[in-house]
């Protein structure tokens, strides 16, 4: 089993060149590193600072740093990118045997060591060794995430079913018990209370089966032609259907757009969740308009509410998982603060974009851009 994960590993390494990031206050030594790992893309540091530099742009696999330098040593190179990433995998190269060394650079998660004079038949043992290790520290991390988003999400899912579930179990008690008199105005009140509680628990149950069908955002896109000035008003129509604010109307102002090339049930989904959010923070009574303009390049979505809106702080928060703005401080929010998430997932797929301004008392506007032609999308 231990054979064939590593072989599967070695197999991911292979499809795309990694980047090894050698920093060295010698630029002989770092010249020598880089003819001996000549197979990858290699990035030159002379000293820490640098190193940090060239670290922060993103895109570097493996860290090869010498402990003795100016300005930032090894070792505080080490424990500060450990610190940033912890994930990465760190080779000290040294000529030092001291052990307080040693210990220091294990202390700070050293992955490593390389010994001065270099073997470079050991440099490239040690990087091919390096890559495999990161994988599995990376399928390791996203396994302990993976873990902890289905914690939250089991969390969440009893807190949201528990409301409903409470307030139906009661009032069929009190129903068996023969607490309940039809000409009650109160005991009717509270058959309404039921009534809904049971339609939106029907809702949470049809909201989990929808996002059990698109959960797998690595699937391939199923593009065929799209004809928006068709979906909008189906889009619209299903909407107002779940009943979520029936007093909630939506309008369409729609140009002249081409068919897309899309995925029409993931980006269907994407723009449900946008026009539910819509309606879900629309006051009794509003409006929201959607609005699909060419821009040449791409074909812009827009759905626009003058709801309660949000703070500007807010709006990056809400593509996180299971996130959900209460701007009224309710916590009575219904849903479970995927929908959001996804959208941007489907729409990015596609080599889309979507943008949220917002604020507090006055609406909510959210923009996707969608390109005309297939180039850049997954």
């Given at each position: 089993?231990?054979?064939?994960?590593?072989?599967?590993?070695?197999?991911?390494?292979?499809?795309?060149?990694?980047?090894?990031?050698?920093?060295?206050?010698?630029?002989?030594?770092?010249?020598?590193?880089?003819?001996?790992?000549?197979?990858?893309?290699?990035?030159?540091?002379?000293?820490?600072?640098?190193?940090?530099?060239?670290?922060?742009?993103?895109?570097?696999?493996?860290?090869?740093?010498?402990?003795?330098m100016p300005k930032v040593n090894g070792i505080e190179l080490l424990r500060k990118l450990k610190e940033r990433e912890p994930t990465l995998v760190v080779l000290i190269m040294t000529g030092y045997a001291d052990k307080e060394i040693i210990l220091n650079a294990l202390k700070e998660d050293a992955d490593d060591f390389?010994?001065?004079?270099?073997?470079?038949?050991?440099?490239?043992?040690?990087?091919?060794?390096?890559?495999?290790?990161?994988?599995?520290?990376?399928?390791?991390?996203?396994?302990?995430?993976?873990?902890?988003?289905?914690?939250?999400?089991?969390?969440?899912?009893?807190?949201?079913?528990?409301?409903?579930?409470?307030?139906?179990?009661?009032?069929?008690?009190?129903?068996?018990?023969?607490?309940?008199?039809?000409?009650?105005?109160?005991?009717?009140?509270?058959?309404?209370?039921?009534?809904?509680?049971?339609?939106?628990?029907?809702?949470?149950?049809?909201?989990?089966?929808?996002?059990?069908?698109?959960?797998?955002?690595?699937?391939?896109?199923?593009?065929?032609?799209?004809?928006?000035?068709?979906?909008?008003?189906?889009?619209?129509?299903?909407?107002?259907?779940?009943?979520?604010?029936?007093?909630?109307?939506?309008t369409w102002n729609i140009e002249q757009v081409p068919p897309l090339l899309l995925d029409r049930e993931l980006i269907m989904f994407a723009l449900e969740q946008v026009v539910d959010n819509a309606v879900k923070f629309s006051r009794e009574g509003g409006t929201y308009l959607i609005t699909v303009s060419n821009q040449?390049?791409?074909?812009?979505?827009?759905?626009?509410?003058?709801?309660?809106?949000?703070?500007?702080?807010?709006?990056?928060?809400?593509?996180?998982?299971?996130?959900?703005?209460?701007?009224?401080?309710?916590?009575?929010?219904?849903?479970?603060?995927?929908?959001?998430?996804?959208?941007?997932?489907?729409?990015?797929?596609?080599?889309?974009?979507?943008?949220?301004?917002?604020?507090?008392?006055?609406?909510?506007?959210?923009?996707?851009?969608?390109?005309?032609?297939?180039?850049?999308?997954?």
């Amino acid at each position: 089993m231990q054979l064939t994960q590593q072989a599967d590993l070695s197999q991911r390494l292979e499809r795309e060149t990694k980047t090894i990031l050698i920093v060295d206050d010698e630029s002989v030594i770092r010249d020598l590193c880089a003819r001996a790992l000549h197979d990858y893309n290699t990035v030159q540091a002379g000293d820490g600072d640098e190193a940090l530099r060239i670290f922060e742009r993103g895109g570097i696999d493996v860290i090869l740093t010498d402990v003795m330098m100016p300005k930032v040593n090894g070792i505080e190179l080490l424990r500060k990118l450990k610190e940033r990433e912890p994930t990465l995998v760190v080779l000290i190269m040294t000529g030092y045997a001291d052990k307080e060394i040693i210990l220091n650079a294990l202390k700070e998660d050293a992955d490593d060591f390389i010994t001065k004079p270099l073997n470079l038949l050991q440099l490239r043992s040690a990087v091919e060794k390096a890559l495999v290790k990161k994988a599995l520290k990376e399928e390791i991390a996203n396994l302990k995430n993976l873990d902890r988003l289905k914690n939250s999400f089991l969390s969440l899912i009893s807190h949201k079913l528990r409301t409903p579930i409470t307030v139906i179990s009661l009032f069929m008690q009190n129903l068996a018990s023969g607490v309940y008199d039809p000409d009650s105005p109160t005991d009717r009140e509270n058959l309404r209370l039921v009534s809904d509680e049971a339609c939106y628990l029907g809702s949470l149950v049809t909201d989990l089966l929808a996002f059990s069908k698109v959960m797998d955002t690595e699937r391939e896109l199923r593009r065929e032609p799209c004809d928006l000035a068709a979906m909008i008003p189906e889009l619209v129509k299903h909407v107002a259907e779940r009943g979520v604010k029936p007093s909630v109307k939506g309008t369409w102002n729609i140009e002249q757009v081409p068919p897309l090339l899309l995925d029409r049930e993931l980006i269907m989904f994407a723009l449900e969740q946008v026009v539910d959010n819509a309606v879900k923070f629309s006051r009794e009574g509003g409006t929201y308009l959607i609005t699909v303009s060419n821009q040449g390049a791409s074909c812009q979505i827009t759905v626009e509410d003058h709801g309660i809106g949000m703070d500007k702080e807010e709006i990056p928060k809400v593509f996180e998982k299971f996130y959900q703005v209460d701007a009224e401080k309710a916590g009575q929010i219904r849903g479970f603060g995927l929908g959001l998430f996804y959208a941007r997932e489907f729409v990015r797929k596609h080599g889309g974009s979507i943008n949220i301004e917002s604020e507090a008392g006055i609406g909510t506007r959210v923009v996707i851009d969608l390109p005309t032609s297939v180039e850049g999308a997954s």
